[in-house]
């Protein structure tokens, strides 16, 4: 969602009964206004709002366009309802992926919060242990170890390159900050919806928006197929499509919402004058994409508790 007009915007989060109050939006205002000053990156949009028991969460999303290959590279930041001072949100760790995944409960709002504490590996408080050294036998002088069929091994110039030395991952408690990194990249992974034809791709096979988009027509509004991913494409035919010199030319090289699984994971629903839109999400109930026919104007966000409706398949 468009950050300049952040309150306009709203109107058509509004309908699904979410919303944010005065303060939130005056304060979150001042927010991104410190974040787009100070922050690398080529575009700033509101991503969404995570509640939690004691404090909410409040997510933004740079966009990064310039020189990067076939889609843009996303930065995510973080705030408390505490404070509103947006910081680069980590990245997840591969570690606790099983302990995010498992975990159904909802957020604190404490990001120091530990949910898993990992005990220091032994021999040191924290720190890895020693990596061995490498073992080599000696040989007498003139003798040859023989290998297979009696020939001589080759030996290799540097003793390093043929000791795998494997790195050693420091174990680190999983807060809540953690866990907030893998649901946000899940369901910006799952959602994140645009109209076909908002984005393009130039002759450099960098994404760009498309100025000249006007917005999607009455007869293609409510059509599922006309809306897309934001994200790097994942389907083995878009991912072909997009590596040849003729996407350029289209505006359905991203991957398309009608595809996912299982099949009824999306509504469409239009307002009663048939002039917008909105597109919401059963997997994760809480996103809302919206797009207004004959204008342009289009975006979403996220507003919700970050629980995956993990019982999706047997409720269609």
Known sequence: MDIL???????????????????????????????????????????GRIRGIN???YIALGLCYKGCYEFPFKKFY??????????????????????????????????????????????GEGEPEPVP??????????????????QVPEQPENLEDSVEIKPVIIPRNFTELDRLAYVVAAI????????QGAFKLIPQ????????????????LHDLT?????????????????ETDESVFRDDILDSVDEDKPKGAWCVQMDSGKEVATVRS????????????????????????????KDLSFML
């Open 188 to 195: 910006e992974n799952d959602t994140h919806v645009v109209p």
């Open 226 to 242: 006309k809306y897309l991913h934001f994200r790097n494409v994942q389907s083995a035919e878009k991912k072909t499509l997009i």
């Open 282 to 309: 059963l997997l994760w109930p809480g996103y809302v994409a919206y797009s207004e026919v004959g204008t342009g104007k289009f975006g979403g966000a996220y507003f919700g508790d970050g629980l995956k409706n």
């Open 55 to 57: 404090k909410d969460y």
């Open 78 to 123: 973080w705030a408390s309802s505490s404070n509103f001072n947006f910081e680069p949100l980590p990245k997840p760790n591969d570690q606790h992926t099983k302990d995010a995944n498992d975990r159904d409960t909802l957020f604190f709002g404490e990001p120091e919060k530990i949910l898993v504490e990992v005990k220091p590996p032994e021999g």
């Open 205 to 220: 096979h960098e994404i760009r928006r498309n100025l000249s988009f006007k917005g999607l027509s009455k007869d293609h």
């Open 5 to 47: 007009n952040l309150e306009a915007n709203l109107k058509y989060i509004s309908v699904c009964g979410e919303t944010l109050n005065l303060d939130e939006k005056i304060q979150l205002g001042y927010g991104l206004k410190r974040l787009d000053e100070c922050g690398d990156f080529d575009e700033l949009l509101f991503w």
């Open 133 to 150: 050294e490498p073992i080599v036998e000696e040989k007498k002088e003139g003798e040859a170890v023989e290998g297979a069929e009696g």
